[in-house]
């Protein structure tokens, strides 16, 4: 930040689309700028599933590699530990207020890339924090291999509940859907999932019961317990972009961004890539590909070339 020379590139968020972003720019000859608040959704994740020749790698070893693969280029600098306040667009095209706690400097760039990633609302569940991560997880295609063929719980009260249900049936015979006293779960939609022999349980929980983050049960507000081996969560997911209120992009009605097919918001020089860009939270695996995606997009539209993309 001491060279005030504008960046080709500002890459907001540091996960694995904003790093693979700036590995394809900066392998294009972009001078790019990575600002991260290492704060990332997957923290309490021990282990990560589905990407290509780092399957079982834990999420902070993967960012680890890969920021060592960077620090290799010399056109690629990374901000740990700072976010940034406040984005706005000038005549040459953004300016950035960034720092840790408040805003302590300003770097500028003719385009920038969102990779923000999303913030993570667990369900209301006593003690869920403890297992979350080890034996409660979020994402059934990157954990339930490792939970198959065992008991399972699903809690949530989001309306695509029973749709979940079903797709998490596949690795087991035996799961139990939890509502939390919520309708979630339609009278309809439990008669269907039950008689798939998924059972619906609609009583809030008033205990997980474990050691070390191993669920090995579910406790009821009417004294029911139902034992268990693990299971999945439902969060809420919502999209952290107040720092975009000198801008305005276009968001859909749940809070999304708009952007086209190749990650080109509706604000000119402005992208954005992986969670940021989809509703709800994708592979790691496939944030690393979108973000390498919008990168060669960047690169095509800084030199006026039509893209396939």
Do not use: K
Request: net charge negative.
């Amino acid at each position: 930040m001491t060279d005030q020379a504008p960046y080709d590139v500002l890459i907001i968020g540091g996960g694995p689309a904003g790093l693979s972003a700036a590995l394809n720019l900066g392998r294009s000859l972009m001078r790019v700028l990575v600002v991260d608040a290492d704060r990332p959704r997957n923290a309490a994740t021990l282990q990560s599933h589905g990407f290509l020749t780092r399957d079982g790698l834990p999420p902070h070893e993967l960012r680890r590699l890969a920021r060592a693969e960077l620090a290799a280029y010399p056109n690629i600098e990374i901000l740990s530990r700072n976010r940034v306040f406040a984005l706005r667009t000038t005549d040459a095209g953004f300016t950035a207020e960034v720092g840790r706690r408040e805003p302590t400097g300003a770097v500028s760039a003719h385009s920038v890339l969102l990779a923000t990633g999303l913030r993570e609302t667990l369900p209301d569940v006593p003690n869920l924090r403890g297992f979350y991560g080890i034996s409660l997880f979020s994402c059934a295609a990157c954990d339930a291999w490792e939970l198959r063929d065992r008991r399972l719980a699903l809690i949530g009260e989001s309306s695509d509940l029973a749709d979940r249900a079903r797709l998490i049936a596949r690795w087991t015979d035996s799961l139990t859907v939890f509502t939390l006293g919520s309708d979630a779960v339609t009278p309809a939609q439990q008669t269907e999932l039950e008689a798939a022999g998924v059972a619906v349980q609609r009583h809030p929980i008033t205990e997980l019961v474990g050691e070390r983050g191993i669920l090995e049960a579910v406790r009821l507000a009417d004294g029911t317990e139902v034992a268990l081996d693990g299971g999945f969560v439902r969060p809420e997911w919502q999209t952290e972009l107040s720092f975009l209120d000198g801008i305005a992009p276009a968001l859909d009605g749940d809070g999304n961004l708009v952007t086209d097919r190749s990650g080109r918001t509706d604000v000119p020089g402005l992208y954005a890539a992986g969670d940021a860009a989809t509703p709800g939270p994708q592979q790691l695996i496939v944030a690393a590909g979108a973000g390498a995606r919008v990168a060669a997009v960047m690169v095509h539209d800084s030199v006026g070339v039509a893209t396939a993309h």
